[in-house]
């Protein structure tokens, strides 16, 4: 399975954008039987976990962008989301997702710009 994202860019703060996710070469049983996480990577800093999504669609989040952002899940398309709002200068980073074990083939990822 080869993760695919998409959606970054350049905002203002206090902007929106929405994360996709594509799990290709993935059969509808793999992906839908995967609990799945966003990370993202901060220039000079580990990728971090921000957002989780199980099986059952139960969510969880980073304090940092907890109220902020929303990770939901479409199995029938093998994709997950996140919508990203009230965006800050801080949340500038390369966005990644995979399942919760990070299993499979990182994708190149998607930038995220904010600027203040």
């Known amino acids: 399975v080869q993760m695919v994202e998409s959606g970054g860019g350049l905002v203002q703060a206090g902007g929106s954008l929405r994360l996709s996710c594509y799990a290709s070469?993935?059969?509808?049983?793999?992906?839908?039987?995967?609990?799945l996480d966003w990370y993202r990577q901060a220039p000079g800093k580990q990728r971090e976990v921000i957002a989780s999504?199980?099986?059952?669609?139960?969510?969880n989040y980073a304090d940092s962008v907890k109220g902020r952002f929303t990770i939901s899940r479409v199995n029938a398309k093998r994709t997950v989301y996140l919508d990203m709002n009230n965006l800050k200068p801080e949340d500038t980073a390369v966005y990644y997702c995979?399942?919760?074990?990070?299993?499979?083939?990182w994708g190149q990822g998607t930038q995220v710009t904010v600027s203040s």
């Open positions: 999504i199980s099986t059952g669609g139960s969510t």
């Open positions: 070469r993935s059969i509808l049983s793999d992906f839908s039987g995967n609990a």
């Open positions: 995979n399942s919760h074990d990070g299993h499979w083939s």
